[in-house]
């Protein structure tokens, strides 16, 4: 059984709730302890230098290490913390901006392990929306105070792990996938663009989405000239055997929902998770982007 819950400005919108019974009281998932992620960015065929970050640490309330490209840990020792950021600028200030977005989340999250711990889901969003306003706020000061970052923003998915809840936090059109167990890929973020609002209506299918002309023109995005922003804040619950997947645009730009899904749930030769076919496919098919993914087992 799953929950999965978005959390829009002020207010608590249920997406999609789907349960086995109709006790809510139950409608918990079981709690497990270890997962496994793997990790893999490539700058592409065209570009010269990579936009793209990715991160993926653990925190409690007195430590906190960054972790390997390829890892597996525990839950019971503390939080993970896994997200992928896409700059945008002239020169390397894109590379700068999504370098800025993965290093204030170190600064943030580590101190709020206390609500995590308690289940404060509130004060979970709220440090969520905060989190997105700093950077936010770091990137346009510094567009206007320095030329060569005039302009410079970035997209932030970020997933914070603990047991029974997936947090995230999203702006842009980088994504995050949520692959239940029993069940269909779901794509958990919103791409933050015109085309992205109008497939949400209905009016585009994947196709005619992914030949749009508009289809990179973000209308949400930290820094970029963006007065405010309205980050995409919610939860997910999740089981043993469910995966996520955090990519940058460069993965879809190269890849059908199908495909990506389909690589998603696959193992490696060795055992490992198929990071590497997802972004060396995806490179392989388009390449015209810098190309990120990360991908997230829950195990028992």
């Known amino acids: 059984m799953y929950e999965f819950f978005s959390i829009c400005a002020k207010t608590e919108k249920s997406l999609c709730v789907r349960s086995n019974h109709m006790d809510e009281t139950l409608a918990k998932p079981p709690i497990s302890t270890a997962l496994r992620w793997s990790g893999l960015s490539d700058v592409g065929r065209f570009r010269k230098n990579n936009e793209d970050s990715f991160l993926a640490l653990t925190f409690n309330a007195r430590e906190l290490y960054y972790l390997g490209k390829v890892g597996e840990g525990q839950l019971e020792t503390g939080d993970y913390v896994f997200a992928v950021s896409d700059g945008m600028g002239g020169a390397k200030s894109g590379e700068f901006a999504s370098k800025i977005a993965v290093e204030q989340i170190t600064k943030l999250l580590p101190k709020s392990f206390s609500l995590s711990a308690q289940r ?143 690589l998603s749930r696959a193992n490696a030769q060795d055992g490992s998770l198929n990071t590497r076919q997802l972004v060396e496919q995806a490179v392989a098919d388009s390449g015209r982007d810098n190309t990120t993914a990360l991908l997230i087992e829950f195990c028992e």
Request: aromatic share 10%; with cysteine.
């Open 120 to 262: 404060l889901e509130a004060g979970l969003t709220d440090v969520m929306r905060e989190l997105f306003d700093r950077i936010h706020q770091t990137m346009t000061q510094m567009g206007r105070y320095y030329e060569e970052c005039a302009g410079m923003g970035a997209t932030l998915s970020l997933c914070w792990i603990m047991p029974e809840w997936i947090y995230f936090g999203h702006i842009g059109d980088s994504r995050i996938y949520f692959l239940p167990k029993d069940g269909p890929m779901v794509q958990v973020s919103h791409d933050h663009s015109y085309v992205g609002w109008i497939q949400r209506q209905g009016k585009l299918n994947e196709r005619e989405a992914r030949m749009h002309p508009q289809r990179h023109a973000l209308n949400q995005a930290l820094g970029g000239g963006q007065r405010n922003i309205e980050p995409q804040i919610g939860r997910i619950g999740w089981e043993v055997g469910d995966r996520l997947l955090i990519c940058s645009d460069g993965v879809v730009d190269g890849l059908w929902n199908r495909r990506i899904e389909e």
